[in-house]
């Protein structure tokens, strides 16, 4: 696949993005927070380090011009990614972490399936195949923490529905970046995120004032790295790349944790299953990601280097 332009740096930023996210896990295994708190200091954080950029560009003025359906689907993105971090955290306290991972990451096949025949943006069938083969890694990966034990009905059911909305984050994404610019919109739906995962804090009791310098330094290098520079990202390249192919590349985390794991965690030495699934998602992800694009340019108007005002 040749890859010109504004295409050329989508998927740049793809592989930002697919590096960025691995080292999520890292941080939050170090935090001692609960995962609301830090969840919502993430992403509040974040819109604290993107504000003096959304004021110097005029991107809060294109906020304030949102049209209704605009701020419809930015609320809908906003509760989405909401629910998708709220939902899957409770889910691993109720469930085997290997059937949680599974369920969770199961969005490219949803999101494969919208795009196709709901949004009408064609999924090649090579691509399908590498969805395929790459989830399947995800699942040889998972196996490798499975361990003896019951499973909650309901731990299984709320990481699924937060796998589903991980895709409509990704769709939502997908449509509006179509026409609209990429700080004015993360800032939007990152604000919206942090505040439902506060609310969601006070509702479970959760101590949500932090003033332990360490913590505070892992809640900024969640901002900073798998936020900005993975989700920030990842909505960057939706402008130019189709939704099942950006949703596809997070599969690749699961990968990147597990080597960064074994490089900054002791003890943490991965076995056959994560190398075989780690081959497998790799291959899928090369599928998808260099014959997965349908031919003939996509929807979306050009990316611009300065992409925080309307155009």
Known sequence: MRLEGEHARAYLAIAVAMVSISFASIFIKWSE?????????RLGLTCLIL?????YTGGHKTILSFRRDEWA????????????????IVSLSLTLVSTSVILVTSHPIFVASVSHFI???HVRKVAAVGIVIAFIGVCVISLNDYAA????LLGDLLAFVGGLCAGVYFLSGRIARRTMPLTPYVFSVYGISAFILLVSAVAVGDDYIVTDGRELTLFLLLAIIPTIFGH????????KIPAHIVSTSVLGEPVGASLLAYLLLPGEVPSAWII??????VGGLYIVLTRGMPSGRTSGGELDVEDSVRP
């Open 33 to 41: 927070s609960p995962p609301f708190v830090l969840a919502s200091y």
């Open 119 to 121: 949004m009408k943006e």
């Open 276 to 281: 075989l699934g780690g081959a497998l998602v």
């Open 232 to 239: 920030t990202m990842f909505n960057y390249a939706l402008k």
């Open 73 to 88: 689907i930015v609320l809908l993105s906003g509760v989405a990614l909401s629910f998708h971090f709220g939902l899957w």
């Open 51 to 55: 504000l003096p950029i959304l004021v």
């Open 149 to 152: 034990g019951g499973s909650s």
